[in-house]
């Protein structure tokens, strides 16, 4: 089935860690977006790739890295995991050719900083 | 600045119809997405409106008025399903989608 594929789906991770979550997707999308959800606030965005190679910052990047090494996989690295990055993290790609960039979302990280 | 604004909660009767509003205030706007969201899981895109005027696409419509930077997303004959989050969403002059923090809308039987 085409999608976008994130794992963990969910993960606890102590303060001062270093997290990875994988993004993947299988829709040759050029475009590639990190958000961050938290209740009471709009979708917030981390970091976007407009394409293989380019990286850009987003609303809420500091703490935050990404890479984009190829078209499928827009990894986003938490390099030392802080309670304030508690969040549920969503991926989303895009086909920009349409114009409209409508967005394609992963099924979402939940993630728990202690 | 760039704000938007959407009501956090609503209520509605199955079989009915409701109207969630949207507002926005930017220098740049190149369009309006509204997309739905069932608790815990992601985001599925439902409408986009770039010109003024209602696009229908069958049970939901979505309206926008760019010089009232005002947008709202109808739903006639409600079913249960429909109960989940409804974000609005404005793209500005970068391009950069600008959230609202979505309503929540309730459907009792």
New interface residues.
């Given amino acids: 089935i085409a999608g976008i594929t994130q794992a963990p789906t969910s993960q606890i991770l102590a303060a001062g860690r270093r997290m990875t979550l994988r993004c993947t997707q299988d829709m040759r999308h050029n475009a590639m977006y990190w958000y961050r959800q938290d209740l009471?606030?709009?979708?917030?965005?981390i970091h976007?790739s407009n394409t293989a190679g380019t990286t850009g910052k987003?609303e809420v990047p500091d703490g935050y890295s990404v890479s984009r090494a190829n078209t499928d996989d827009f990894p986003l690295t938490l390099a030392s995991a802080v309670p304030s990055q508690t969040s549920v993290y969503?991926c989303a790609s895009s086909d920009d050719s349409s114009g409209?960039?409508?967005?394609?979302?992963?099924?979402?990280s939940r993630l728990t900083v202690l | 600045g760039q704000n938007i604004d959407q009501p956090t909660e609503m209520t509605a009767t199955e079989g009915a119809i409701v109207q969630i509003n949207c507002t926005y205030q930017t220098s740049g706007f190149n369009g309006l997405f509204w997309y739905q969201q069932h608790a815990g899981e992601a985001p599925t895109f439902l409408s986009y409106n770039v010109l003024d005027g209602l696009e229908e696409k069958g049970r939901f419509s979505s309206f926008l008025s760019r010089s009232k930077g005002y947008s709202y997303l109808l739903l006639k004959e409600l079913q249960m399903k429909d109960s989940a989050s409804y974000l609005c969403a404005f793209m500005d002059s970068n391009y950069q989608l600008i959230w609202g923090a979505g309503t929540k809308l309730i459907i009792k039987p």
């Fill in positions: 009471g606030l709009g979708l917030r965005l976007y987003g969503f409209a960039n409508v967005l394609t979302f992963g099924a979402g």
